[in-house]
């Protein structure tokens, strides 16, 4: 399987920088030399159209942080997947545990978010994953799979989307799991998957938190591992662009 690299740029930068790091990608994507992995750039709402504007003819696809669940009415402050799908975007990240952490955000809603991005055609990147307390007391695989049961509608198909674990301790702090630990909830996601759906084994299964241009080889390169998503690494071209030639397949 193609690996991805997902960058989440979270609410970060100006307009100006945005299309700085854009164009920064789109000129390094030029004059790559080796076969590169699926790239999705998530910038925050503002700067999406100018951001899928410079990538338009390019590989690097746009996804979003967010979605309401409903197509449109009287949600002040949100933004539907349909008008995400509008403005070129092909994927949306769903219930990232900064959603679930500021937002409140439960699986009933993370479950809508998902159902109305796929049926309007935009691919979600499902993020779950324990907090320090629960890895600490050694529950990771059991939250996990808890998530993997509660959060996904039951009868979506494989390729419609995608799954990263992000431990919530590992977010923003430096600190990562074992290779060994990523290796083993990784493989129980895939087991999950191809437990509770058809061709469960093909939904790509992401590692996020703490990702860096030094340890991003070594995690891309673990079994049942296709793909990153990236938050503060992604904000800086050249540690990003590690990280994109980091990938083997
Ligand atoms: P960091 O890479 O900054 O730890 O963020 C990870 C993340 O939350 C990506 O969604």
Redesign the pocket.
Known sequence: MQQYIIG?WKMNGTKAEAQKLATGFLNRIQEATRPLPHIVLCPSYPYLTSVIEILKHSPIDVGAQDCHPEKSGAFTGDVSAAQLLDVGCKYV?IG?SERRRYHHEGSAIIRRKIESAIKIGLRPIL?IGENAEEHKTGRTLHIVSQQLASDLPSDQKPHEFLVAY?PLW???SGQTPSLKEVEEIMGLMKYELSTRLLGGALIPTLY????TAENAADILNLPHVDGL?????SLKLDEFWEVINASER
Request: net charge negative; hydrophobic share 40%.
């Open positions: 989440n990240i990232h993020c992000e590992a977010i923003g996020g938190g703490s990702v998503l990236v938050g503060g690494a």
